[in-house]
């Protein structure tokens, strides 16, 4: 079988993690990195023996002309980069926050369709281990009918003047951060395990005073099924897990015949109604890595889109109902009131975000 040529544009904190993913999976070989502080690039080719470094993605591209054109960028660059890859037909994993508004989000994807290209969002929640074996109790009837889901969110990493200079400091500057760098993450995820998203209702609020945004919050999600969903988070406080990274958080799944929980260390465990709580098994992933290799599961899912047809879970067309759904929540906090999804128009409201101190 022939080799899959990766291309990577971006040297920030989170490309090692997808690096050593595509690294990981038979029949890939990275071709080139970029990054406009081409040190950076330089650092992770060694470290990861990537052949070839350059300071553009276009310069970039032209040269390897890879099969996978992987975006680890800020959602500043993303319209530009993929419209690079999309003029040269070249297939495109674009990273999340997707662009920087619904509106770009949307562009974006029409850039894709217009040239015929497939590009998947890098949204890789849904492919940690943890919520893959949740999606697979659910479907074989484990939970029983689905009452409810939350998760809370307490990764500890935000106190502080320093807070996130030392990885990601542009967090500091993003004008909406808490939904639209993390909880974007949580909302896929509901959905993915749950259903679409009904109706939200939500209170945001900022507690460091050295970042831009919010960083703190509750959603209430309505599911079209009749379940309910809450997601509780700050990223100041921590959680019980030897490293708060590796879930961010802690998940109850709860349906007629019991409880799925979900632990910091990435430990299911399973309450039937009535009874005893005893932990459930399973394959947790690896612990050197982010999400138990959710980066690896993602890159494999895309390589098997690309190789067998398999269907594609994380097109950016399908991701454009989180970003609406994104914006839904902004204009909740905001106006102080519950959003239907189906009339709510996300265009409206992209702009008018302000968090509350």
């Known amino acids: 079988m022939k080799a899959l040529r990766v291309a990577v544009a971006g040297a920030g904190y989170f490309c090692q993690f997808q690096l050593d993913g595509w ?4 029949g890939i070989e990275l071709a080139g990195i970029c990054n406009r502080d081409i040190a950076k690039a330089e650092a992770l080719a060694k470290r990861f023996a990537v052949p070839r ?197 802690e998940c109850w799944l709860e349906g007629s015949a019991g409880v799925l929980r979900l632990d910091g260390d990435a430990r299911l465990w399973w309450k039937p109604h009535q009874q005893a709580e005893a932990e459930h098994h399973y394959e947790r992933g690896r612990d050197d890595t982010f999400g138990g290799g959710a980066c690896d599961a993602l890159q494999a899912h895309v390589v098997r889109h690309l190789r067998e047809g398999a269907p594609l879970e994380n097109s950016a067309a399908d991701y454009l109902a989180n970003m609406k759904i994104m914006e839904a929540v902004y204009a909740s906090s905001e106006q102080g009131r519950r959003i239907e999804i189906a009339s709510f128009n996300p265009d409206s409201h992209a702009a008018a975000w302000r968090p509350i101190n």
């Open 23 to 26: 690294r990981r999976i038979p």
């Open 53 to 249: 470094v350059f300071g553009g993605v276009a310069e970039m591209l032209d040269a390897c002309s890879p099969d996978i054109v992987d975006i680890v960028t800020p959602p500043v660059t993303h319209r530009e980069y993929v419209d690079e890859a999309a003029r040269r037909r070249m297939t495109t994993i674009c990273q999340k926050p997707f662009g920087q508004t619904y509106a770009q989000a949307r562009e974006i994807a029409a850039i894709a369709r217009g040239a015929g290209i497939t590009l998947a969002v890098h949204e890789n929640f849904r492919f940690m281990p943890h919520f893959r074996e949740m999606k697979r109790l659910l479907d074989a009837g484990r939970l029983g009918a689905v009452h409810s889901i939350a998760f809370r969110l307490r990764p500890g990493d935000g106190q502080g003047a320093e807070a996130y200079l030392a990885r990601q400091a542009y967090f500091q500057q993003m004008p909406r951060f808490l939904v639209f760098e993390t909880a974007i993450h949580l909302i896929d995820t509901f959905r993915y395990l749950v259903g679409e998203v009904r109706s939200v209702t939500a209170c945001l609020r900022r507690i460091n005073p050295a970042i831009a945004g919010e960083d703190a919050g509750y959603i209430v999600f309505e599911f079209a099924g009749g379940a309910t969903g809450l997601f509780d988070g700050n990223r100041l406080n921590d959680h019980v897990a030897q490293n708060p990274r590796r879930t961010m958080g």
